[in-house]
């Protein structure tokens, strides 16, 4: 797929521009290998591709909101989108990093590998501005009408189909090469409501798709609740992240964003429209809770639990290698592994960053929990630093509320910088295995490759005991490790497929050895993982894929490693074609 598979991608594009029939002749044995088109979705420049009226018609059906993309970087190419415009363009240079930018465009995505150059502000101004592998046209969904009118466009004719709200996925599952999206950002309604059933009674929230973590806390915070989103405020809440599981820094309190969701508002593949909770379309309501993004169904809104604000206690801290023989350093990492697994049984949870020059705490999140009882739980580990002689720098802070600790103690987090890949790792792996675990941290710091770590108790017991298809290696995880490699954007582009294919040959592999049939959280994977099924989704993958089929039989939805993914493979050009 895209680049990284430019051999066998050269013989389909070259097949798909080629039409004569002689010439068809001569490359007869590669068409034979290859797929037929009938099995295809259309693609701009087919003939079964809508006409200019017939996307006038789609647009008068969804009141006007029908948005033709022009890529968000036009003003920096020679191209037919925008004029080229150095002042804009510098500004989009300086600015890209920040999710900020991307979140007003219908087509943007802030994964730069699945953006593929098709139009990067990077490139020089000669470089191509193409649509590529953005969508080629966004419904702004104003509500349940738009988006049947959308799906019944694209089933009609054929065409690809994403589903996209803030383009945070690090795998490129909200866009698509030749795609319509249907872009879910803006339902923004909300409400506090009473919720009570057989599971749960108490306060709940109900979200619009398009509402983001930091909207959702602020609502909450004003009402004197807390809830589960992630450590990005722009994050979408109801999109792909509770989809997907999310863990967020209230996790060894209430669980995962997904344990908390109590109905969903869905319209199905063959244009139902539909609510999923613990009494109807409970297969549904299972699937969407943990299983993945944009491949069961069109979330239109989430109703999930919201919890009584707490005090909250933050900590950060840091100190870096400089002067400090390596095995000490990784020996400071391996005592801060070590208090972890009392750490987030208080209910706290840690963000940790490191590579072999610098370690960050950045932050410990510790809801409900005293001051005192915090600073107890980490003398062990800066006990430890003392002892090596490595000088650090920390902070402790105590917060009225949540939200307050929120926006104090995390910082900004920036887009495009990286590739990325993980895997869970298991509480006991900690316990016996510590040592060989930094051994292998270690081994890809010096490789090129950084950590960050996510240190939480997800355990059923602590969530809830919800019934749902959350990765079963989320519960009795205690770091879900992410591994990342640094994106230049004015690298030559191999290098960049180099350190991708890195992550999967090397990096991955040595976590695994030490976690052998583990797991890995969907949103924050490698998505050229071998056995992706396995590694993350777990037992639950048949299961899934039984719900995917009854939901969306024709497979309207696709994303890279979604549950179903298997019904297609993309072409070098990003085309979608049955999988053979
Ligand atoms: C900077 C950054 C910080 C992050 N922090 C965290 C974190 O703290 N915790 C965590 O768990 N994860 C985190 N993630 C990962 C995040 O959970 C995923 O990127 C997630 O896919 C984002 O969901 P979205 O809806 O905002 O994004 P999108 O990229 O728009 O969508 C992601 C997927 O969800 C599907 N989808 C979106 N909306 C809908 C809908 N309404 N109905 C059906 N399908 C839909 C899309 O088709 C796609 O497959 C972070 C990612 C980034 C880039
Ligand atoms: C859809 O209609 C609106 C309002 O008439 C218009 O502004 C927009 O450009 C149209 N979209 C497309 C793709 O033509
Ligand atoms: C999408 O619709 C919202 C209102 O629902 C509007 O505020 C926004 O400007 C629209 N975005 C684009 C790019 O048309
Ligand atoms: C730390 O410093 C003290 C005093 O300088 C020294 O005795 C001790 O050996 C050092 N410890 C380590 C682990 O370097
Ligand atoms: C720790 O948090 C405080 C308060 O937000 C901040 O001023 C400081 O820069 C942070 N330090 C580190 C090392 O992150
Ligand atoms: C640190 O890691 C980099 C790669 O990220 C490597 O080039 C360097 O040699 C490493 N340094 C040490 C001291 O291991
Ligand atoms: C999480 O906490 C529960 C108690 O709530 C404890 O029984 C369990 O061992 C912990 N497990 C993990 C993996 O963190
Ligand atoms: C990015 O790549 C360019 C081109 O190879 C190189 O000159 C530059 O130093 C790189 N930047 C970083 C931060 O490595
Ligand atoms: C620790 O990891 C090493 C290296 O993978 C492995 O050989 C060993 O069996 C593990 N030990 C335990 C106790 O799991
Ligand atoms: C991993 O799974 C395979 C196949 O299911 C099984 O044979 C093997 O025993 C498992 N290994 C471990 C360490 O659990
Ligand atoms: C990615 O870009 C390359 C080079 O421009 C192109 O050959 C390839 O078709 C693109 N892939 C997709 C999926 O658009």
């Known amino acids: 797929m895209l680049r990284s598979t430019l051999a066998s991608g050269i013989t389909i594009g070259a097949l798909a521009s080629i039409s004569s029939a002689a010439a068809l002749a001569v490359t007869a044995n590669i068409a034979a290998a290859s797929v037929n088109r009938a099995d295809c979705r259309c693609f701009p420049g087919d003939a079964c591709w809508p006409s200019a009226n017939e996307w006038n018609s789609l647009n008068q059906t969804v009141n006007g909101r029908l948005i033709a993309t022009i890529p968000l970087a036009a003003a920096c190419h020679d191209d037919q989108y925008a004029a080229y415009d150095e002042e804009r363009c510098s500004e989009l240079q300086n600015s890209w990093l920040d999710p900020e930018t991307h979140l007003p465009s219908s087509s943007s995505i802030m994964a730069p590998f699945f953006a593929n150059q098709s139009c990067d502000p990077f490139q020089p101004r000669s470089a191509q501005c193409v649509i590529g592998t953005y969508v080629q046209y966004a419904i702004n969904v104003s509500d349940v009408t738009d988006v049947?009118?959308?799906?019944?466009?694209?089933?009609?004719?054929?065409?690809?189909?994403?589903?996209?709200?803030t383009g945070h996925d690090y795998n490129g599952k909200s866009t698509g090469a030749g795609a319509l999206g249907l872009w879910m950002g803006n339902l923004k309604d909300t409400e506090i409501k009473d919720w009570s059933d057989k599971h749960y009674t108490g306060k709940a929230i109900k979200v619009g798709a398009g509402i983001r973590g930091g909207e959702a806390y602020k609502i909450a915070d004003a009402a004197g609740y807390q809830v589960v989103g992630g450590e990005c405020p722009t994050v979408g809440i109801a999109g792909g992240y509770s989809q997907g599981g999310g863990h967020s820094a209230l996790t060894s309190r209430h669980g995962l964003a997904a344990d908390q969701v109590l109905e969903w508002e869905v319209v199905t593949a063959t244009g139902g429209h539909i609510l999923a909770n613990r009494q109807q379309n409970t297969d549904l309501y299972w699937a969407l809770s943990g299983g993945g993004g944009g491949t069961y169904g069109i979330v239109l809104s989430m109703t999930s639990k919201l919890h009584p604000d707490t005090p909250t206690v933050g900590f950060n801290l840091t100190f870096t290698s400089a002067g400090i023989p390596m095995d000490i350093y990784y020996e400071a990492i391996t005592a801060y592994h070590a208090a972890l697994p009392a750490i987030v049984d208080a209910g706290a949870m840690s963000v940790w960053y490191f590579t072999n020059e610098s370690f960050a705490i950045s932050p410990i999140t510790a809801p409900d929990v005293g001051l005192s009882e915090l600073m107890d739980l980490l003398a062990p580990f800066m006990d430890k630093l003392d002892q090596l002689n490595i000088t650090y720098t920390h902070y402790f802070g105590q917060f009225e509320t949540y939200l307050e600790h929120f926006d104090t103690m995390f910082s900004p987090i920036q887009v495009g910088i990286a590739q990325y890949g993980g895997r869970l790792i298991p509480r006991s792996v900690v316990e016996n295995n510590?040592?060989?675990?930094?051994?292998?941290?270690r081994f890809i710091n010096e490789n090129g490759g950084q950590f960050?770590?996510?240190g939480v108790n997800a355990s059923l017991a602590r969530s809830g005991?919800?019934?749902?298809?959350?990765?079963?290696?989320?519960?009795?995880?205690?770091?879900?490790?992410?591994?990342?490699?640094?994106?230049?954007?004015?690298?030559p582009w191999e290098e960049m497929v180099a350190n991708k294919d890195k992550m999967t040959n090397l990096f991955i592999p040595k976590l695994a050895e030490l976690t052998p049939n583990g797991s890995c959280y969907l949103n924050e994977g490698d998505f050229q993982q071998p056995n992706f099924q396995e590694v993350f989704y777990g037992k639950n993958y048949q299961k899934l894929s039984e719900i995917k089929d009854k939901y969306d039989p024709h497979h309207i939805f696709y994303a890279t490693t979604a549950?179903?993914?298997?019904?297609?493979?993309?072409?070098?050009?990003?085309?979608?074609?049955?999988?053979t």
Not at 474 to 485: F, G, K, M, S, V
């Open 148 to 165: 049947v009118n959308g799906l019944n466009f694209a089933t009609n004719h054929n065409i690809r189909l994403v589903v996209r709200n």
């Open 434 to 441: 510590n040592t060989a675990l930094t051994e292998a941290f």
């Open 452 to 454: 960050i770590g996510v």
């Open 465 to 491: 005991f919800p019934e749902n298809a959350v990765n079963p290696g989320w519960r009795d995880a205690l770091i879900d490790t992410t591994l990342t490699t640094p994106w230049n954007f004015t690298a």
């Open 563 to 579: 549950v179903g993914s298997e019904y297609w493979e993309p072409q070098e050009d990003g085309r979608l074609c049955r999988a």
